[in-house]
């Protein structure tokens, strides 16, 4: 499998519970490299432009509130199969479907408080480094 790179942003109910650390580890101990990183607060419209392919869906007001409800932490992960490893370690989108052991159904709350982000394909991947990390695009192999 090639090597990748996926955006991961640990959320605001994740930093909020002190476990950036945690779920650092998580893709560490699975061969994932952090290449970028930052601690941001993410404005309104920040939120909007990442999450505009959900701008129609009746969730996206909530899921705009929530994104910028405090500071998230905005990664690169690199490694062989990136993208859908990250998204394995992450679970389900709801917590309570999420497999045991996965990053949601350890550290999430509920559908929208659900720790995690990640990129679900390589095109999406691209726009979404892009979005945070224009410089390092750059740079990619
Ligand atoms: P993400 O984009 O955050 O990694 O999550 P995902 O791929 O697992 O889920 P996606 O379908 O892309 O939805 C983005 C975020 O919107 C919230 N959501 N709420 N109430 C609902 O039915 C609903 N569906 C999605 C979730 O917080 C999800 O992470
Ligand atoms: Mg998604």
Redesign the pocket.
């Known amino acids: 499998m090639a090597i990748e790179r996926t955006l991961s942003i640990i959320k605001p109910d994740a930093v909020a519970k002190n476990v950036i650390g945690q779920i650092v580890s998580r893709f560490e101990t699975a061969g994932l490299k952090v290449v970028a990183a930052r601690l941001t607060q993410l404005s309104r419209a920040e939120a909007e432009g990442f999450?505009a392919v959900?701008a129609a869906?009746p969730?996206f007001k909530?899921?705009v509130d929530?994104m910028i409800s405090g500071p998230v932490f905005v990664q690169v992960l690199e490694g062989e199969g990136a993208i859908l490893k990250n998204r394995d370690l992450?679970g389900?989108?709801d917590p309570k479907k999420a497999e045991k052991g996965t990053i949601r159904a350890d550290f999430a709350e509920s559908?929208?408080a659900?720790a995690?982000?990640?990129s679900?394909a390589a095109e999406t991947a691209a726009v979404e480094i892009a979005y945070f990390f224009p410089v390092l695009n750059v740079y990619s192999r």
């Open positions: 999450y959900h869906r969730f909530d899921l929530f992450m389900a989108t559908i929208d659900n995690v982000h990640g679900d």
